[in-house]
């Protein structure tokens, strides 16, 4: 299967990073595993300020209808914190 996950970055000041960002895709037959957000189709720099950044997650299993989704990312940028969402 393949997926399109978009991350919106806020507009707040400090809101944009540059460490590596994470996901996990929760569906009701199980989940992804853990997925490094690499190549934005949308932008050359990924997860700055007010941009929206757009991923195609492919080679994934059929995980059915999506439930959850998991972001974090590995605190090697300046800002850090991990959100479920």
């Known amino acids: 299967m393949t997926y399109r996950v978009s991350v919106k970055t806020s507009a707040v000041s400090g809101a944009g990073t540059d460490a590596g960002v994470f ?3 929760f569906g009701e037959y199980g989940d992804s595993g853990e997925i ?3 190549d934005s189709e949308t932008n050359k ?20 209808r999506l439930v959850k989704l ?15 969402l």
């Open 23 to 25: 996901v996990v895709l």
């Open 36 to 38: 490094q957000l690499r």
């Open 45 to 64: 720099n990924a997860f700055q300020n007010d941009q929206t950044d757009v991923f195609t997650v492919a080679n994934v299993l059929d995980l059915g």
């Open 70 to 84: 998991r972001v974090w990312h590995n605190n090697k940028g300046e800002q850090g914190c991990r959100q479920d």
